[in-house]
């Protein structure tokens, strides 16, 4: 009896440990629509969640990596105040996601809201797309306050530093930034660098 306790007990802290829970959608979302996620598993320096496909409106766009996200900031918020084929009003959601990939442009993306997945209103700026992400593993680190380009930099050369430590396989081309908080938001702010696991 007191082995089957302690079985029990083992095996129930060993799915803890593995498979950590999360009440979704998390906390810094801030009650707005945000990509739907699973932690697989997490550590002191970065999280694993599975996402689930889903559309994206984008905006391709070049220059520095402030300017760019200013730039395609903009078009998507044109695009969700009504600069669409339906002049649709589209709620604002989390986050504003941005690929980093060297020589390329700069794809600066809004995650389209539960309510328009199925059918996202078609945009009128011909540099503002439909963007379908499919069913991705990614790596995550988090950090707060408000973040420069440096920040960015930093913080995804310590997460590739980390996966290499162990030996983990990700693309190494590209990255992507998600920012989650209106620039007026001036404390509780959440900020993370992703590195997509490869096959």
């Not at 559309?55 to 903009?74: D, E, L, N, P, R």
Request: net charge negative; hydrophobic share 35%; with cysteine.
């Amino acid at each position: 009896m007191l082995s089957l306790i302690f079985l029990t007990t083992v095996a129930s802290l060993v799915t803890a440990v593995h498979v950590p829970t999360r009440t979704f959608p998390p906390t810094f979302c801030h009650g707005q629509d945000c990509p739907r996620y699973t932690v697989v598993s997490s550590t002191a320096d970065y999280e694993e969640r599975l996402y689930e496909p889903a559309k994206w409106t984008s905006a391709s766009v070049t220059g520095t990596y402030s300017a760019a996200v200013s730039a395609g900031f903009g078009k998507l918020f044109q695009y969700i105040s009504g600069n669409n084929k339906d002049q649709a009003k589209i709620p604002m959601t989390v986050p504003v996601l941005t690929k980093i990939q060297p020589g390329q442009d700069f794809i600066v993306s809004f995650f389209v809201p539960y309510a328009d997945q199925a059918s996202p209103p078609e945009p009128s700026d011909p540099d503002v797309f439909t963007n379908p992400l499919p069913q991705m593993t990614a790596y995550v680190r988090h950090f707060s306050g408000y973040a420069r380009d440096a920040d960015w930099v930093e913080n995804a050369n310590a997460l590739a530093k980390s996966l290499d430590n162990a030996t983990i396989s990700y693309h190494r081309d590209f990255y992507y930034t998600a920012g989650y908080n209106s620039p007026f938001q001036p404390v509780d702010r959440h900020n993370e660098v992703w590195f997509i696991k490869s096959d």
